[in-house]
């Protein structure tokens, strides 16, 4: 049965191939980003700031009217604004945790009351393995997707006997826009994964897939990390 899915961050990177994962599963996709852009076959696109609480209500209420309840609300959002801490200016900090924590509480409270209504529903976060693994340069960004996974275990705590799941993916280094300056492709990086490479887009995408999947009924409050091993054991 085809279920209303909504993805934020869908114009590119991992959440435009997370929506074209569930389209050519024959759901229903409002993909939602700033620029208001998302992949070919997407039921529904807006431009939505998610660090905006009144635009992500207001974009819930008209998807929900266009498309019905939410089945599967994937919060992919973000932004990196790297720089080390003794330098970092009060702007970097706020506009991170801006958009990668608020972001993800006013998502997840909007997907929630849809949600709850129905009895089911299905949230997945995307962390990252930033802030088990420690990477220089990245305070802000770690503190902020840390934060999502305490959002995440509370929730799904606070949801759970509505038949709601709520699980965190955190993933590696993937290639993509947010990663293009780093170098991924070096000899350097790829030796500190034990798989030997950077990740794809398409192999966190599987990931969210199966979190939102009926065989994922009995999983709930989890971080799965898609590393290549980089963080084994977070
Ligand atoms: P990209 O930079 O390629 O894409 C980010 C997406 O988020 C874009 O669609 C962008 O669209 C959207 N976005 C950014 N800010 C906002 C906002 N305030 N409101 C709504 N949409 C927003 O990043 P990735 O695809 O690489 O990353 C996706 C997620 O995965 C992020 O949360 C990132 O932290 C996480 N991640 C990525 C890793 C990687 O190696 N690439 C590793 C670990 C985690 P627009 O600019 O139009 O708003």
Redesign the pocket.
């Known amino acids: 049965m085809s279920r209303h899915v909504i993805v934020?961050?869908?114009?590119?990177?991992?959440?435009?191939d997370i929506a074209r994962r569930f389209i050519a599963a024959g759901d229903l996709v409002t993909g939602?980003?700033?620029?208001g852009?998302a992949p070919e076959g997407c039921a529904s696109s807006a431009a939505?700031?998610?660090?905006d609480s009144e635009a992500v209500t207001r974009a819930l209420k008209e998807a929900v009217a266009a498309h019905g309840p939410v089945d599967v609300f994937v919060i992919?959002?973000?932004?990196?604004r790297d720089g080390l801490a003794l330098r970092m200016s009060d702007e970097q900090w706020r506009e991170v945790l801006s958009?990668?924590l608020d972001?993800a509480f006013y998502c997840a409270r909007a997907a929630l009351s849809s949600m709850v209504r129905q009895r089911s529903g299905r949230i997945v976060m995307?962390?990252?393995?930033?802030p088990f693994y420690g990477v220089p340069g990245q305070a802000n960004?770690a503190a902020a997707?840390a934060g999502m996974v305490g959002l995440a275990r509370s929730l799904a705590r606070e949801v759970a006997s509505r038949g709601i799941t709520i699980n965190v993916v955190?993933?590696?280094?993937?290639?993509?826009?947010?990663?293009a300056d780093l170098g991924s492709t070096s000899d350097q990086m790829n030796a500190l994964i034990p798989l030997g490479r950077t990740g794809t887009?398409a192999e966190v995408a599987a990931t969210v897939e199966f979190l939102s999947s009926p065989d994922a009924g009995y999983i709930t409050g989890q971080v799965l990390a898609v590393d290549g091993g980089l963080a084994m054991g977070l």
């Open positions: 934020t961050g869908a114009s590119r990177g991992i959440g435009a939602w980003s700033r620029a852009t939505v700031d998610v660090s992919n959002a973000g932004i990196t958009t990668n972001g995307i962390s990252s393995i930033s960004y997707k955190a993933p590696g280094f993937i290639e993509t826009d947010m990663t887009t």
